[in-house]
């Protein structure tokens, strides 16, 4: 039984939080080296909704699991965004579908959020696509991304190859 919670040592799975990605970009973040994010992106999506276990759980019922997809996928991500780039404006939209006829909760969704720096942010996620990780940090001098786990970098702003073309 919990009888106390030590709310800065327990977290409740915000995995993007601890992780390697989330190292980096406070590193590039704080030295300025991608200039002020102006978009931040994530995409994620894997085939959970087409295993035999997913019809009939908890994720895919809507009365027990009603925000879908957006409060177990997507609240990583969100959550990242909030840290980096302070608390969403009442600029926010909610798109949810459920494409995969496994159940009735929100398999996929897309949430778009305007931060309190300004920045614009999105996060899509579902249950009923193929797999993919991606997130990527766009700013005035620089792009931070993270492709399926591997992070590249890209910039400074003026980057030229021998054409002179970006």
């Excluded at 601890?18 to 085939?47: E, I």
């Amino acid at each position: 039984k919990l009888l106390k919670i030590d709310q800065s040592k327990t977290f409740f799975n915000f995995n993007m939080r601890f992780s390697q990605f989330a190292r980096v970009t406070s590193d590039y973040l704080n030295d300025g080296r991608l200039g002020d994010v102006v978009f931040a992106d994530a995409v994620t999506g894997h085939g959970l909704a087409f295993k035999p276990e997913y019809k009939g759980s908890w994720r895919s019922d809507r009365t027990r699991h009603k925000l879908g997809i957006i409060e177990t996928v997507s609240i990583h991500h969100l959550d990242f965004f909030i840290r980096l780039f302070g608390a969403p404006t009442s600029q926010t939209v909610v798109t949810n579908l459920t494409l995969k006829e496994a159940g009735t909760a929100f398999d996929t969704s897309r949430v778009t959020v305007t931060f309190e720096n300004g920045c614009i942010g999105s996060v899509t996620a579902s249950y009923a696509t193929p797999f993919i990780d991606n997130i990527s940090l766009i700013g005035t001098e620089g792009i931070l991304m993270m492709e399926n786990g591997t992070i590249q970098v890209k910039g400074p702003r003026d980057s030229f190859d021998e054409n002179g073309l970006f």
